[in-house]
């Protein structure tokens, strides 16, 4: 049974005035730092996903859509709605992308897409507005993750991230209060994207951050075109908390609005996987890094987690599954990481998804469901490592790696960017992504945020 969410008929006005207003350019030096970090990570998995099997299937999908705006990694120009879709799906299809764990949202795919596309439209847009719109549209799509506690059946990153993206894009824009509700109305009239590809394991899901992506520019389009949108959209009979998720608290959703910035709470992932599976891979990972562990030492390893992640990356292992099942698939990943001593991007293929000791490793693995009354929490989690002379190694996880409380280290980050830069279309040496990384750091400094984007393009 559900319970209907509590009415607040200014829900969307309050949206509108922060998305539009001064306090997103007040934001504090934290956060500016925090946008700043996520930024360069996200267009680090840009240029991963630009090389990925999926992607080139996108860019030919869309190969008629000529135009002049640049792609992340690739050498195609493309129109700006298909280089907002092609910039979206090549952030998301690895897996790689940031997350606000409490929101089960990946906050920075759609926006950051929508607004790679919409700032080549502009003559010139100075870092720090750039960075304040992403700051707007992380918030706003966190926030609709944060104000739920029903499981996914819509898949949140494109839900939340559609509307989180059109408010950034309104913004950009300079749009007016009355237009930016009729692009939100306009942009939940679009809203997709399902579970179904996630059970599934397909690349659909990377699919529908990239039509998002595209969606928050029309909605923005339309709006500016003259044509209005519904504005009760969050509480209406068939608004977002009632049809896409199935309640919601309005008040939480507004809490601190403007008082604190959802970017600050973003989680990083140091793996290319699910991130429900970052907590049990961290802990496997270091101790085989500690020689605690190895594949010829390994008896038995139980995950007690919450119901969801379980329910993201509980599933079996297949001989025929696809790399976005692969990815999702935690006895796989334990196999695999036991085999490799890393995950690494460019292993999710079909001879790695046949190899026996992968398999007998899966085996092995015991994922049981603890007492987390959260139906959103991806913590606290405690993996239990048993050896084959009856050890045993215990060890709670009351944060994923890369989350707020335990965050990667700048150096961290910098591998990561430089793993990705390797594994572009046009792949970049560790001493060529290090200048990208520190333009991208440097961000709230240009006068021409584009100027600093451009080194991301194959020369």
Same mark, same amino acid.
């Given at each position: 049974?559900?319970?209907?969410?509590?009415?607040?008929?200014?829900?969307?006005?309050?949206?509108?005035?922060?998305?539009?207003?001064?306090?997103?350019?007040?934001?504090?030096?934290?956060?500016?730092?925090?946008?700043?970090?996520?930024?360069?990570?996200?267009?680090?998995?840009?240029?991963?996903?630009?090389?990925?099997?999926?992607?080139?299937?996108?860019?030919?999908?869309?190969?008629?859509?000529?135009?002049?705006?640049?792609?992340?990694?690739?050498?195609?120009?493309?129109?700006?709605?298909?280089?907002?879709?092609?910039?979206?799906?090549?952030?998301?299809?690895?897996?790689?992308?940031?997350?606000?764990?409490?929101?089960?949202?990946?906050?920075?795919?759609?926006?950051?897409?929508?607004?790679?596309?919409?700032?080549?439209?502009?003559?010139?847009?100075?870092?720090?507005?750039?960075?304040?719109?992403?700051?707007?549209?992380?918030?706003?799509?966190?926030?609709?993750?944060?104000?739920?506690? +029903?499981?996914?059946?819509?898949?949140?990153?494109a839900t939340a991230g559609l509307i989180g993206a059109t408010a950034a894009i309104a913004r950009?824009?300079?749009?007016?209060?009355?237009?930016?509700?009729?692009?939100?109305?306009?942009?939940?009239?679009?809203?997709?994207?399902?579970?179904?590809?996630?059970?599934?394991?397909?690349?659909?899901?990377?699919?529908?951050?990239?039509? +998002?992506?595209?969606?928050?520019?029309?909605?923005?389009?339309?709006?500016?075109?003259?044509?209005?949108?519904?504005?009760?959209?969050?509480?209406?009979?068939?608004?977002?908390?009632?049809?896409?998720?199935?309640?919601?608290?309005i008040g939480m959703m507004l809490d601190g609005l403007g008082d604190r910035f959802a970017i600050?709470?973003?989680?990083?992932?140091?793996?290319?996987?699910?991130?429900?599976?970052?907590?049990?891979?961290?802990?496997?990972?270091?101790?085989?890094?500690?020689?605690?562990?190895?594949?010829?030492?390994?008896?038995?390893?139980?995950? +007690?987690?919450?119901?969801?992640?379980?329910?993201?990356?509980?599933?079996?292992?297949?001989?025929?599954?696809?790399?976005?099942?692969?990815?999702?698939?935690?006895?796989?990943?334990?196999?695999?990481?036991?085999?490799?001593?890393?995950?690494?991007?460019?292993?999710?293929?079909?001879?790695?998804?046949?190899?026996?000791?992968?398999?007998?490793?899966?085996?092995?693995?015991?994922?049981?469901?603890?007492?987390?009354?959260?139906?959103?929490?991806?913590?606290?989690?405690?993996?239990?490592?048993?050896?084959?002379?009856?050890?045993?190694?215990?060890?709670?996880?009351?944060?994923?790696?890369?989350?707020?409380?335990?965050?990667?280290?700048?150096?961290?980050?910098?591998?990561?960017?430089?793993?990705?830069?390797?594994?572009?279309?046009?792949?970049?040496?560790?001493?060529?992504?290090?200048?990208?990384?520190?333009?991208?750091?440097?961000?709230?400094?240009?006068?021409?945020?584009?100027?600093?984007?451009?080194?991301?393009?194959?020369?």
């Amino acid at each position: 049974m559900t319970t209907a969410p509590e009415i607040h008929e200014n829900a969307i006005d309050a949206l509108v005035q922060f998305a539009l207003g001064p306090t997103p350019a007040a934001a504090p030096s934290h956060t500016i730092e925090s946008a700043k970090a996520f930024l360069v990570d996200t267009l680090g998995c840009a240029l991963a996903g630009s090389a990925a099997e999926t992607n080139a299937s996108m860019v030919n999908a869309f190969a008629g859509d000529h135009g002049p705006y640049r792609i992340p990694g690739r050498p195609e120009t493309a129109t700006r709605d298909t280089a907002a879709v092609l910039t979206a799906h090549a952030i998301h299809c690895l897996e790689w992308d940031a997350v606000h764990e409490p929101a089960v949202v990946h906050a920075m795919s759609v926006t950051t897409g929508a607004l790679w596309a919409e700032v080549q439209s502009h003559e010139c847009i100075s870092g720090g507005t750039f960075l304040e719109c992403l700051i707007v549209g992380v918030d706003i799509a966190s926030r609709l993750g944060v104000a739920t506690n +029903s499981p996914l059946r819509f898949f949140r990153p494109a839900t939340a991230g559609l509307i989180g993206a059109t408010a950034a894009i309104a913004r950009m824009r300079d749009l007016g209060e009355s237009e930016t509700k009729d692009a939100l109305g306009l942009a939940y009239s679009q809203v997709q994207g399902t579970m179904q590809a996630h059970v599934e394991g397909t690349p659909a899901l990377a699919v529908q951050v990239a039509l +998002s992506a595209r969606a928050a520019l029309n909605a923005c389009d339309m709006a500016s075109a003259g044509l209005s949108g519904p504005h009760d959209i969050f509480t209406g009979p068939f608004g977002y908390f009632s049809l896409i998720e199935e309640t919601g608290d309005i008040g939480m959703m507004l809490d601190g609005l403007g008082d604190r910035f959802a970017i600050d709470d973003l989680s990083i992932k140091p793996y290319p996987t699910g991130r429900a599976s970052h907590g049990v891979l961290s802990v496997l990972l270091k101790n085989i890094t500690e020689g605690t562990v190895s594949s010829e030492t390994l008896a038995g390893l139980t995950a +007690s987690v919450p119901p969801l992640v379980h329910r993201l990356v509980g599933r079996p292992l297949k001989p025929d599954m696809s790399p976005a099942y692969a990815r999702l698939c935690l006895p796989f990943l334990v196999g695999l990481a036991l085999q490799d001593g890393k995950i690494d991007p460019r292993e999710f293929r079909a001879a790695r998804f046949l190899d026996p000791a992968i398999h007998a490793t899966a085996q092995k693995v015991d994922i049981t469901i603890d007492e987390n009354p959260d139906k959103n929490a991806l913590s606290p989690q405690k993996v239990e490592i048993q050896g084959q002379k009856g050890d045993k190694i215990t060890i709670n996880v009351p944060a994923v790696l890369g989350a707020p409380d335990n965050p990667l280290s700048d150096q961290d980050l910098l591998a990561k960017f430089q793993l990705a830069a390797s594994i572009a279309f046009a792949p970049l040496s560790p001493e060529q992504a290090r200048p990208i990384f520190a333009a991208i750091r440097s961000l709230d400094i240009a006068k021409n945020c584009f100027d600093n984007f451009r080194l991301l393009f194959p020369h």
